[in-house]
């Protein structure tokens, strides 16, 4: 989707007079993109600009006579808009009123939602049996309370207007019985051979539910095989562990006690199993109060730029296929014998090699190396080796078994699959979920194959590329649809319940499996509650346990034991392969639609990925000195060549990236994703071949001389360089514990009276320290206060609606900058500048503190977001909000208004909740609680990096930590006083590579 | 050169401006009594509905609580509406074959629920919590009006954002002790002033009159 270059496009970059000025210094510290280091025109409409393109449709003109007519009209109109008389509403109570629920009061049910079939635990909002809100469970050990983006995103998987609602049979509409009668004939037909032409196709399975119900399946039909694919699975992990341990184990981390962190091209705190979990133990070895304190060190080794890296006290870029070097030269740094890679020196200095060694070996027991999932099964094994010389076993880390049901080799599981269809040994294959049609590797040609197959059937939420090549494609139900069951990173089991009857009858993989076994009638509740009555034969009153399971969201007690695992000898002794030659080419899951799974829901494809800050794209990701090379600029749309293949990409310049590698994100290209996703972005699978699924060499790159224009996020809502981030290292911030608040004026005058707080007077700090990035809040709050999403073109021209944005900055070094991320939300100033400016007080300050909006008042001039010097309001130039698509209505926060055309609005620190608890404590003749009240974005925050509360009590949370030293203001010489505070960064470099790093 | 404009403009232009004037008043006059007849605020406008339910025979006349059929006013925003079951808890006993109440039987017996028609009713943007205005000591009929003596239930007050103020600027006119809130029958005492005062730094009552107390 090439596009001619037109405002959309971003203007020249030239690197090479960057990197001129910025050896001259005249360069800000901190900068959030090329375009502002280098000041481009485009940069500087959209600093100076709060709209760059305007506020109106630019076709639009509007002469004198127009002008006075419609102002004359306005004005007559306006007084009209009193005269609406409410439409008569009916009342429809139950005829049965069932337990529990009260109207106006939401219940709260514990489930799991699934990635890659690891569950994290949540709790789901349900409002009159609606589920509005999906919020992290505390009891459950993979959430701790806070869940990622894709959790909080889930709720609209589930209204997604676009999921199938009708059992289709070869293109035309099918029924549920009418399948049910060919899968009964078909399985007949395979029941002569045992089954031989029958293939079972799932993605990863951790329900032992329904892996009791496959294996029942495939007792039924010994000669059938399943399969289980996923094109973003962890088959290197796996076969790492297999290499090491000699067997599949699982790996949990306890965070809690690690002092040093060296991550291997690992994004730990913010993908995969147990993230979420990770990143709050991360954090909390981080916080730093007082001069004696201490903070856990990250050594992050990686060469796409991840939320982990951005972390990372030290960051060393290098080639993905680098990091077997570079893990087996500290492999023998740390005394585990392992040999030479060609190139072992690799990138890697010596002496930071032998820095980090040291310092690891310092922390032995307290140390931890984790290896990344794209990363070669051989450097998981080396970790695993380095972690146990270090004495880390049992201690930072520990093993299970498997969580999986079946851990296998998936990738080549679905490299046989495509063997057999080919060979016509496959008659029959049923589709449990995925897309293989669309992201099976590209040679294996799975797209030619499958319609080859005599019967084909697909359970699928979308009738998407796989379902058009099935003959029969049923409905899937979504996870908060259906009864299941899931295990988390550790093993704990979490028995997931509906929140809601399928909106469109669909089917969940136990509904499938029970047609398969003869089942059909059988509902999924009872197929799950049975196998786990069965399983747990010596619990007295099982009723009781299980009433308490579903409760509690977790099973009690089942959380795999710690495995004793031995290490196998001489693990890297083998020397690696000879390294391939030529450009190297490195596939990654995107950030927010991960594998294209998620291309449809259009919170995640708006979220701003936390490096890049693009939305609605993916992209070829490349170092600025490469660009340099080949004269390449962001939004080229270049030519990419792998293994024989071309697709076209655009190119993104990105600071810290590793040179002579080019990183392409998948999940995007999506051709029947539905009205959202499908021609988002490019395919990056198109190239993506069977041998080299994650790191591949002999890339070619050509330019050709168009444009591919993006939507990045970066540098809207600039505030123009001013001393926004404050970073020290913690040696810094021992000698000067202050240095956050050097700028503090000290009684500042101001021509607004003192206005004094009574009662409550709310509060939020952010601490920078912990805040990953990762883009959970900004989620929550779209889902929590109904916010719209719209699109890329609006994006574009600056108008997406977040109420919270993430701010990335870098600071330093063009190519290997340090990276932060700073969430902005309203500040809610004392003084606050919008609220002096608003002709219709549409905004202005609550007794409590708040700086409120009214919708309702609101005329929209615009002037309260013109003068906000945070630009944290967003206006509603258009109708964003979906007032036609009724499986939309359903997903709404009844407790917030819809916006409509013409409206402001920004951050409100959720005061439907504060309101809510506030009544509560009311009714109860008390005051609130310090923690009773919890933001949407606070309550989701894995890293617990969000404080709210009140801060005219000394002893709240909140409080506490605007009293740290560390605490500051943005922009604290406006003298707006805001109420949303930031704890400073810190890093805790390794003074020996700082010194080194400074020669 | 002749007068372009005879005398009688001069009449005209006075007549149109101060017409004009005139006729803007006018508008918003009656823009204004319009707004505040019952055409548009339904007050006093006793609304059918499917079955003629009187709270004058079950409250006046046979001193049911609010509570039995709204049962959720204390603890929720919504007062709640009595599923049909509440009503067959004694409809099942008396008045078993009563023509007006077949839409009920009917409800209970096909689980259809019956739809009535909304009496009380404020706008999208405005969160009204019955809850918390009850635990305060706002009694039902202050804002409801004489329910014992509806036959048909109408509304009472307008529900405009200024007779919310009354109250909210001024709430020691109409608190009633916690005890009185569910009597239909009370009556304010001549004291209301000083009983309301009291009763405000008893019960804790502020003035909310802030924009995100009602609105977000």
Not at chain 2, 61 to 81: I, N
Not at chain 2, 159 to 168: F, G
Request: aromatic letters at 8%; hydrophobic letters at 35%.
């Amino acid at each position: 989707m090439a596009t001619e270059n037109k405002n959309g496009g971003r203007p020249d970059v030239d690197i090479a007079t960057l990197r001129h000025s910025a050896r001259e210094g005249n360069t800000p510290r901190f900068w959030r993109g090329l375009d502002e280091l280098a000041g481009t025109p485009e940069f500087r409409d959209h600093a100076e600009n709060e709209f760059p393109h305007g506020a109106n449709d630019p076709n639009a003109t509007l002469d004198r006579r127009e002008l006075l007519k419609v102002m004359a009209a306005s004005a007559a109109f306006a007084g009209l808009t009193g005269c609406t008389k409410l439409p008569t509403q009916t009342i429809v109570p139950y005829v049965r009123e069932p337990e529990q629920i009260i109207p106006g009061k939401p219940l709260f049910y514990a489930t799991a939602v699934t990635l890659g079939g690891v569950a994290t635990g949540v709790l789901v909002e349900s409002h009159m049996s609606r589920p509005t809100k999906v919020e992290g469970n505390p009891d459950h050990p993979g959430s701790l309370g806070a869940s990622d983006s894709f959790a909080q995103a889930s709720i609209l998987g589930l209204y997604d207007p676009d999921r199938s609602r009708a059992e289709v049979h070869d293109g035309r509409i099918g029924s549920w019985p009418e399948f049910q009668t060919e899968l009964t004939a078909a399985l007949a037909a395979a029941k002569i051979t045992g089954g031989s032409g029958l293939r079972l196709l799932t993605q990863t399975i951790t329900s032992a539910s329904l892996a009791a119900q496959i294996r029942k399946f495939l007792k039924a039909f010994p000669s059938a095989k399943w399969h289980q694919y996923e094109s973003v699975g962890r088959d290197n992990v796996r076969e790492g562990a297999r290499i090491a341990f000699g067997e599949y184990v699982n790996a949990v981390y306890r965070l809690n006690r690690v002092e040093v962190v060296l991550t291997l091209d690992s994004d730990f705190l913010t993908s995969g199993p147990g993230s979420v979990r990770y990143a709050r133990e991360f954090a909390a070895k981080r916080r730093v109060d007082g001069a004696e304190s201490i903070m856990n060190r990250l050594y992050a080794v990686e060469c796409t730029p991840t939320n982990t890296g951005a972390m990372a006290d030290h960051r060393l870029r290098m080639r993905a296929s680098e990091i077997e070097s570079f893990a087996r030269a500290l492999a023998r740094e740390i005394g585990v014998s392992a040999a030479a890679g060609p190139g072992s020196s690799s990138s890697a200095p010596a002496e930071w090699i032998a820095a980090v060694a040291r310092d690891l070996k310092q922390h032995a027991g307290a140390s931890l190396i984790v290896a990344g999932d794209q990363q070669p099964p051989v450097v998981h094994a080396l970790a695993h080796a380095i972690n146990q010389k270090l004495g880390n076993f049992d201690k930072t880390v520990y093993f299970t078994q498997p969580i999986e049901e079946s851990p296998i080799h998936q990738w080549e599981s679905m490299g046989e699959l495509a063997a057999d269809i080919r060979a016509g040994k496959v008659t029959t294959i049923l589709i449990l979920g995925g897309n293989p049609a669309y992201d099976a590797p590209v040679d294996l040609g799975l797209r030619e194959l499958l319609p080859k197959v005599k019967f084909s059937a697909r359970l699928g939420m979308h009738e998407d590329e796989t379902s058009v090549l099935c003959h029969w494609h049923i409905p899937q139900a979504h996870s908060l649809e259906s009864w299941g069951d899931a295990r988390a990173y550790d093993g704990t089991i979490t028995v997931m319940q509906p929140l809601i009857a399928p909106l469109y009858e669909g089917k969940s993989e136990h509904d499938f499996l029970a047609a398969l076994n003869g089942q059909a009638e059988k509902p999924s509740h009872d197929i799950v509650r049975e196998f786990w009555l069965a399983q747990k034969t010596g619990i007295p009153r099982f009723d009781a346990f299980w009433e308490k399971t579903l409760r509690d969201g977790v099973m009690a007690g089942t959380a795999f034991p710690a495995k004793q695992v031995s290490l196998k000898l001489g693990i890297g002794e083998q020397p690696p392969a000879a390294r391939p030659q030529g450009l190297e080419i490195v596939f990654r899951p995107d950030p927010t639609i991960w594998d294209g799974r998620f291309a449809n829901n259009g919170w995640l494809q708006e979220l701003p990925k936390p490096l890049t800050k693009l939305t609605w794209d993916n992209v070829a990701m490349l170092s600025p000195k490469m660009a340099q090379r080949l004269g390449l600029k962001s939004e080229d749309a270049i030519e990419l060549k792998y293994e024989g293949r071309t697709i076209v990409a655009p190119a993104w310049v990105m600071p810290g990236h590793a040179d002579e590698s080019v990183t392409v994100f998948l999940g995007y290209g999506r051709t029947r994703a539905g009205n959202v996703g499908s021609s988002a972005g490019f395919d990056a699978g198109w190239i993506r071949p069977y041998a080299t699924p994650w790191i591949g060499a002999g890339l070619e790159i050509r330019k050709t001389h168009q444009k591919w224009a993006l939507a990045a996020t970066q540098t809207h809502n600039s505030m123009e360089g001013r001393d926004l981030v404050r970073v020290a290292t913690l040696d810094e911030y021992h000698k000067n514990p202050k240095f956050a608040q050097a700028d503090v004026v000290k009684n500042p005058l101001s021509l607004y009276p003192e206005v004094k707080y009574e009662g409550y007077s709310w509060g939020m700090a952010v601490d920078l320290n912990a805040c990953t990035g990762c883009g959970s809040c900004v989620v929550a709050c779209q889902a929590e206060n109904n916010i719209a999403v719209v699109g890329k073109k609006e994006v574009m021209i600056g108008r997406e609606m977040h109420w919270i944005r993430i701010d990335r900055y870098f600071e330093g070094d063009l190519d290997d900058p340090k990276t932060y991320h700073e969430p902005v939300v309203c500040m809610h100033c004392e003084d606050a500048p919008c609220e002096v400016v608003c002709p219709v007080m549409a905004t202005v300050h609550s007794p409590e503190g708040l700086n409120e909006m009214i919708y309702n008042r609101c005329v929209g001039t615009r002037y309260c977001s013109n003068n906000c010097p945070y630009k944290v309001r967003r206006f509603n130039f258009r109708l964003y909000s979906d007032w036609d698509t009724p499986s939309l209505f359903g997903m709404r926060n009844p407790n917030v208004s819809v916006r409509s055309r013409g409206v402001m609005e920004k951050c409100s620190y959720c005061v439907q909740r504060i309101n809510a608890v506030k009544i509560e404590a009311e009714k109860q003749d008390r005051s609130v609680r310090d923690g009773e009240i919890v933001t949407a974005c606070q309550q989701s925050c894995p890293s617990e990096a969000i404080v709210f509360g009140n801060i005219n009590d000394p002893n709240s949370r909140v409080s506490k930590m605007k009293a740290k030293n560390l605490n500051y203001s943005l922009l604290e010489e406006l003298n707006t006083r805001p109420r949303t505070t930031y704890q400073a960064r810190l890093r805790n470099p390794n003074p020996e590579i700082e010194k080194a790093a400074a020669v | 050169m002749a007068q372009i404009f005879h005398h009688s403009t001069n009449t005209i232009a006075r007549v149109s401006i101060y017409g004009a004037v005139l006729l803007l008043l006018l508008l918003g006059y009656t823009v204004d009594v319009v707004n505040n007849s019952s055409y548009v605020t339904e007050v006093h406008n006793a609304r059918p509905q499917p079955v003629p339910f009187s709270h004058k025979h079950h409250v006046g006349e046979l001193g049911l609580d609010c509570r039995y059929c709204h049962a959720s006013v204390e603890v929720s925003s919504s007062a709640g509406m009595p599923p049909t079951q509440t009503c067959m808890t004694c409809h099942s006993q008396i008045w078993t074959g009563a023509a007006m109440l077949e839409p009920v039987r009917a409800s209970y017996r096909d689980s259809v629920p019956i739809s009535w028609t909304r009496v009380n009713a404020v706008p999208d943007f405005v969160y009204f919590n019955h809850s918390i205005h009850v635990a305060k000591g706002v009694g039902c009929t202050t804002c409801h009006g004489p329910i014992a003596e509806m036959n048909i239930t109408w509304r009472q007050e307008s529900l405009y954002m200024r007779w919310c103020l009354e109250c909210h600027n001024a709430p020691e006119n109409y608190l009633r002790p916690r005890s009185e809130v569910f009597n239909s029958f009370y009556r304010a005492p001549k004291n209301q002033q000083e009983l309301g005062l009291r009763l405000m730094k008893e019960y804790k009552v502020q003035k909310l009159t802030n924009c995100t107390t009602c609105h977000r």
